[in-house]
């Protein structure tokens, strides 16, 4: 089974992000919920800049819970969203429309399908 290495779950709004996420820096989330005691991954992502903004995007959303890590640099957290993104089904089984895109100036690959 695939693991998000990630701390959490907790509740998706602004004051547990605030409380948890307290470093600005690159990181990686995901979105969902609980099933009994399991997380159900339904979004993964990344920010390159600042996690805890990112995650605040998504409060009052349909998403009940999030995960997350930091990243040591936003080609890092490239790496693991493209990772939790081929591990957790991709387009097909994730609310994700599309494969991980990398920042315009970059020229890196996903590590999983050489994207």
């Known amino acids: 089974m695939p693991s998000l290495n990630m701390t959490g779950p907790f509740a998706l709004n602004t004051s547990t992000i605030d409380s948890q996420v307290t470093k600005t820096s690159p990181g990686n989330y995901a979105l969902g919920y609980m099933r009994d005691t399991t997380f159900i991954v339904q979004y993964v992502g990344r920010s390159d800049t600042d996690l805890?903004?990112?995650?605040?995007?998504?409060?009052?959303?349909?998403?009940?819970k999030f995960k997350y890590s930091y990243a040591t640099s936003?080609?890092?957290a490239f790496e693991k969203e493209c990772q939790n993104f081929?591990?957790?089904g991709g387009s097909a089984k994730l609310d994700n429309d599309i494969h991980p895109?990398?920042?315009?100036s970059a020229s890196w690959?996903?590590?999983v399908c050489d994207k």
């Open 86 to 88: 081929h591990d957790f």
């Open 101 to 104: 895109a990398r920042p315009n």
């Open 109 to 111: 690959k996903c590590p």
């Open 74 to 76: 936003p080609k890092a």
């Open 52 to 64: 805890n903004d990112r995650i605040g995007d998504y409060v009052d959303t349909k998403y009940k």
